[in-house]
T-cell receptor
Framework: KAGVTQTPRYLIKTRGQQVTLSCSPISGHRSVSWYQQTPGQGLQFLFEYFSETQRNKGNFPGRFSGRQFSNSRSEMNVSTLELGDSALYLC????????????????FGQGTRLTVV | KNEVEQSPQNLTAQEGEFITINCSYSVGISALHWLQQHPGGGIVSLFMLSSGKKKHGRLIATINIQEKHSSLHITASHPRDSAVYICAVFPWGETSGSRLTFGEGTQLTVNP
């Protein structure tokens, strides 16, 4: 069974540009969460999607957005890139969202390393 | 104060030693993850716990819900165990969903 696939693995962009990152969850998983990892802030939650709907959003500016398709694949978009957006972006998939007494294990992808110059 | 605190931040051990990494959290949780991250970035889920104890090979994870504390133990440590170990929790609540809150991680180095 294939794991969580993130593309691309590495990306270099210029300030002001926009970028789209992709995440394909494990087959059958319907929940996808996105996280940003930086040396200064550690791992921080960006947003979560389930059944094509955003269920949760972290404390990030509106330049960060995402969506989920009917096949559960998810994309995140960052517009007007800033130097501080340089980070490892990780997505995690799970069968369903955790909550309401249900806990489902999260499986992470390898991440996309974004460098903004 | 972070909702999830790990100790120690850095740990150096000799091959074969027994290792313990601790995690304390201050919020109600649905479950707790122990994660491993190697250089290069990818994160591997080692355990998900909501109570008791789990064992996988040389790794053992325990959780005490009343004390809001979890430990990850590595028996007979090996240089390939060198990595960052991260404790992460699913905070309790209908709206929290699969929103993990992370500790800062423990950098483990095992020397041969």
């Amino acid at each position: 069974k294939a794991g969580v696939t993130q593309t691309p693995r590495y990306l270099i962009k210029t300030r002001g540009q926009q970028v789209t990152l992709s995440c394909s969850p494990i087959s059958g998983h319907r929940s996808v969460s996105w996280y940003q990892q930086t040396p200064g802030q550690g791992l921080q939650f960006l947003f979560e999607y389930f059944s094509e709907t955003q269920r949760n959003k972290g404390n990030f500016p509106g330049r960060f957005s995402g969506r989920q398709f009917s096949n559960s694949r998810s994309e995140m978009n960052v517009s007007t890139l800033e130097l501080g957006d340089s980070a490892l972006y990780l997505c995690a998939s799970s069968l369903v969202p955790t909550g309401g007494g249900i806990s489902t294990e999260a499986f992470f992808g390898q991440g996309t390393r974004l460098t903004v110059v | 104060k972070n909702e999830v605190e790990q100790s120690p931040q850095n740990l150096t051990a000799q091959e074969g030693e027994f290792i313990t990494i601790n995690c304390s959290y201050s919020v109600g949780i649905s479950a707790l993850h122990w994660l491993q991250q190697h250089p290069g970035g990818g994160i591997v889920s080692l355990f998900m716990l909501s109570s008791g104890k789990k064992k996988h090979g040389r790794l053992i994870a325990t959780i005490n819900i009343q004390e809001k504390h979890s430990s990850l133990h590595i028996t007979a440590s090996h240089p390939r165990d060198s990595a960052v170990y991260i404790c992460a929790v699913f905070p309790w609540g209908e709206t929290s969903g699969s929103r993990l809150t992370f500790g800062e991680g423990t950098q483990l180095t095992v020397n041969p």
